[in-house]
């Protein structure tokens, strides 16, 4: 199965700045699947950019309800219609600054399943869960509460600790957590567990990409430091392995 390198950008990103990042994207030959997730009102342009050049684009959220009076909130459909595939649900900056609960992502997966939308569920513990030795319990719990029955998508390993701060969880830790969200995944969804392509995340960078990707079960990267830098972004896609 081929890896997928996801570029998160966060609350960063311009307009202006869409053609000069779209074309550095060429003809060069990459293994992995390429996927950009930027603001809301940059998924439509960005799109439109990268038609051609085989590169996603996905949402960074999207609300729970399909419609409604949902003032501020940004429907699945309205995603899909404007050419996001994918959309990023449940990051920790989400869980955090939002509250989101593993509840309230469990329907936001129902509605962008529904609305043709391809989810990637974050999961990830903090830097005191890890230090009280209960980060796979923690990881666990997140996937039970998140993924709903006959769920198709992706999960992301982000340990909070190592996003945006540069350190990075080392490739036997990663092999040891991917590992046991394997075993939850086919635990809760039987045999498709099994085809579940787990992402890791957290300081992902050129220079570490290629031994993070060779770690078993890790099936790609959500990365989100080198997310605005299309050369960066591609030399870490680099190290995909192949397909």
Known sequence: MRQMIAGNWKMNGTRAGIADFSAAFGIETISAELLICPPFPLIAPLAEALARKNVAVGAQDCAKQRAGAHTGDV????????????????????????????????????????????????VGESEAERDEGTAESVVRAQLAGSLPDGFEGLVAYEPVWAIGTGRTASA???????????????????????????????SVKPDNAAVLLAVPEVGGALVGGARLEASDFLAIAAGARPA
Not at 75 to 91: F, K, P, Q, T, W
Not at 174 to 184: V, Y
Request: with cysteine.
């Open 75 to 122: 429907s699945a459909d309205l995603l899909r219609e404007i050419g996001a595939s994918h959309v990023i649900l449940g990051h920790s900056e989400r869980r955090a600054d939002h509250h989101e609960s593993d509840a309230e992502i469990h329907a936001k997966v129902l509605t962008a399943a529904a609305a043709g939308l391809i989810p990637i569920v974050c």
């Open 172 to 202: 036997a830790d990663i092999e040891a957590i991917h590992g046991a969200i394997r075993a939850a995944l086919i635990g809760q969804l039987g045999e498709a567990g099994a085809k579940i392509r787990i992402l890791y995340g957290g």
